[in-house]
């Protein structure tokens, strides 16, 4: 009997996948889709490596759905004008949802684009939110969606990485004895709420396993390496022994931070010039530098798990379905917002 259960189990997945029941398609959330659904996804910037992977990831899943879904994406290249241009042109092309990662931390740049979405009736997700009166806008809109990683969690696991590795190795870290971990926060965009929300859960969770703080400096880096680099380069310098710990809100500031060290001869495999750097996001060059012991650790955010919660919203709205349908995602407290769980990566 058993065998038999087996047996037809597969056939009838076997079934679904090669869409042959009475010629209509089936999706993930198991819902029939009798022809493409296309969606028109516009991301930040496609140089940041998060970004491109999740491009990636959503083309994979294309590819394994037979087309059943068609991604097209655009690249606002860090430019919020840039972005409401290409969302304009097509906003009568046929997209069933839409799918938006804004840009700019002011509401004012990105609201007028998000109501022209929501007036051509068309079912959005919101990648990413930079700020409150955004998820605000979008909870009027109907068939909308936020899905957002945890920041609360990034964060929090940011910190503990940073507190496991102060606890284990006190004695070599904290420079000057005096029982508190002085740091340089390196920080994405101002007003933005991934920058506040890993800073601040970061420094919470040191805090509330017993480490004591003192923030030396912090820097707006808007997410950029060079910027990241540049700058400790020169706080290096200006507090000369000082640095006991590096906080990222993200890899590509973390990587920077690691080559700026490195110039002074640091984080290069003597345990007796290493200060230890956390990073946000998981990226392959981040993780090659953990594993050679030159980077502490970081948090990944994974493009395959975004990618998959955005597939499985998109064929829900375009269906006309609930949007977590057949799915196990929850919202949060905002009742519209999905958040994707982090993971940490240390050596």
Known sequence: MKILKKILSFIIVSILLSHCIENTAYASPNIPIQ????????????????????????????????????????????NQSVQNEDISKVLKSGFDVFIVAPISSNVDEVSDILNKIAAAKHPLILLFPTTPSLTNIVKTFPASV????????????????????????????????????????????????????RSKYAISALNDAGIKTEELVSTFCNWQRECAKTAIESEFLTFNGKIEAIISNNDNMAIGAIE???????????????????????????????????????????????????????????????????????????????????????K
């Open 35 to 78: 022809k493409p659904i296309k969606v028109g996804v516009f991301l930040a910037d496609l140089s940041n490596v998060f970004n491109s992977d999740l491009k990636k990831s959503l083309e994979e899943l294309q590819k394994e759905s037979g087309n059943i879904i068609q991604f097209t994406i655009f690249d606002g290249k860090a």
């Open 146 to 197: 936020i899905i957002v990683g945890d920041t609360e969690q990034g964060g929090t696991l940011e910190g503990k990485i940073l507190a496991d590795e102060w606890k284990s190795n006190k004695r070599s870290l904290d420079r000057n004895n005096d029982d508190t971990m002085q740091y340089i926060m390196l920080k994405g965009p101002s007003n933005n709420l991934l920058t506040s929300g």
């Open 260 to 346: 700026a060290l490195q110039k002074y001869g640091f984080n290069t495999g003597d345990s007796s010039k290493y200060i230890p750097v956390v990073g946000l996001g998981g990226v392959p060059e981040a993780k090659k530098l953990i594993d050679q012991g030159f980077m502490t650790g970081t948090v990944v955010q994974d493009s395959k798990l975004h990618a998959k919660a955005i597939y499985d919203v998109a064929i829900n709205l375009a269906s006309g379905e609930e949007p977590i349908r057949g799915t196990d995602y929850k919202f949060d407290e905002t009742g519209i917002t999905i958040k994707i769980p982090y993971y940490e990566y240390v």
